[in-house]
């Protein structure tokens, strides 16, 4: 089971870090990604990280801005959000996959989403 929290209203240059809570199960040699879908549009790909040998991936519209992390010893999975943009505005979930992998299609497990608004 995942649960996303973190989000709020920032604006614009302002920074955010967004929480995934992984219980349940240990998802152990899973992958836990971020996904971000805005109203209207497709589910995005943000980032990604391998909670066994912590290799990532991003999406280019957040290279540089946004980092990931895992914290094994406590479950959780972290988006750090820098230098925000409006065009970041979108609900943000994340989700577990066997690989680390920006399809969306390889996702299984899912949490629900958290609200991130940035004003201009």
């Known amino acids: 089971q995942l649960q996303a929290f973190g989000g709020g209203l920032v604006q614009a240059g302002g920074s955010l870090r967004l929480s995934c809570a992984v219980s349940g199960r240990t998802f152990r040699g899973y992958a836990v990604a971020w996904f971000r879908q805005a109203p209207g549009m497709e589910r995005d790909f943000v980032a990604a990280?391998?909670?066994?040998?912590?290799?990532?991936i991003y999406a280019d519209s957040v290279k540089g801005r946004f980092t990931i992390s895992s914290d094994n010893a406590r479950n959780a999975v972290y988006l750090q959000m820098n230098s925000l943009r409006p065009e970041d505005t979108a609900v943000y979930y994340c989700a577990a996959s066997r690989r680390l992998t920006q399809a969306v299609d390889s996702y299984n497990y899912w949490g629900q989403g958290t609200l991130v608004t940035v004003s201009s």
């Open positions: 990280i391998n909670r066994n040998n912590a290799g990532y």
